[in-house]
T-cell receptor, first 118, second 116 residues
Framework: AQSVAQPEDQVNVAEGNPLTVKCTYS??????LFWYVQYPNRGLQFLLK??????LVKGSYGFEAEFNKSQTSFHLKKPSALVSDSALYFC????????????????FGSGTQLTVLP | DGGITQSPKYLFRKEGQNVTLSCEQN?????MYWYRQDPGQGLRLIYY???????QKGDIAEGYSVSREKKESFPLTVTSAQKNPTAFYLC???????????????FGPGTRLTVL
């Protein structure tokens, strides 16, 4: 079974400082990894994904994530946080390549609430 | 929220009633999904459909039913058998639903269901 762990329920960071939101995963075979952001009472918005290739993936709004196969991690990062980045962030994983049944579906972490302080 | 609409935004249900949540997409996506979101638990998959007239149970399908008669539409019915239906419900869709599909999922704005 595939799973995602977001070890921090809450991350606080000062505006202008770098931010990191952590994610580790477990999946059979190569992973496809995703980050989404959710603002209050809204749906999820796609930020970025890792499928293959360069371990550093760049996405929307200045976010990036680094895939580390040996540590099974996919941490979300941003060099300089903005107050408007405050939101709930979800990491998700699915099995890559040809797979069947529920392995094709995304498994989400429990989310990390990011608060950027002015 | 892309080309996915969900209605209503807020829904109140009395115990013992069935209610249907609407989800429509104009993205020409083959695959559609229903998730339930509870505080601190992330998203849990209820049902998904990879093609018209076909759907599969997700992790928490009990007490829910779906249909996929049109590519654009994937309504979810919360039945009286669902014992704790109060939650935020999210619909999503994605392209390339086949075995090699890797398209990201696009989400609707959600429906908040409250049981009175």
């Amino acid at each position: 079974a595939q799973s995602v762990a977001q070890p921090e329920d809450q991350v606080n960071v000062a505006e202008g400082n770098p931010l990191t939101v952590k994610c580790t995963y477990s999946v059979s075979g190569n992973p496809y990894l995703f980050w989404y952001v959710q603002y209050p009472n809204r749906g999820l918005q796609f930020l970025l994904k890792y499928i293959t290739g360069d371990n550093l993936v760049k996405g929307s709004y200045g976010f990036e994530a680094e895939f580390n196969k040996s540590q099974t991690s996919f941490h979300l990062k941003k060099p300089s946080a903005l107050v408007s980045d405050s939101a709930l962030y979800f990491c998700a994983v699915r099995a890559g390549g040809i797979s069947s049944g529920s392995a094709r579906q995304l498994t989400f972490g429990s989310g990390t609430q990011l608060t950027v302080l002015p | 929220d892309g080309g996915i609409t969900q209605s209503p935004k807020y829904l109140f249900r009395k115990e013992g009633q069935n209610v249907t949540l609407s989800c429509e997409q104009n993205l020409n996506h083959d695959a559609m999904y229903w998730y339930r979101q509870d505080p601190g638990q992330g998203l849990r998959l209820i049902y998904y459909s990879q093609i018209v007239n076909d759907f599969q149970k997700g992790d928490i399908a009990e007490g829910y039913s779906v249909s996929r008669e049109k590519k654009e539409s994937f309504p979810l019915t919360v039945t009286s058998a669902q014992k704790n239906p109060t939650a935020f419900y999210l619909c999503a869709s994605s392209s390339r639903s086949g075995t090699s599909g890797i398209g990201e999922q696009f989400f609707g704005p959600g429906t908040r269901l409250t049981v009175l």
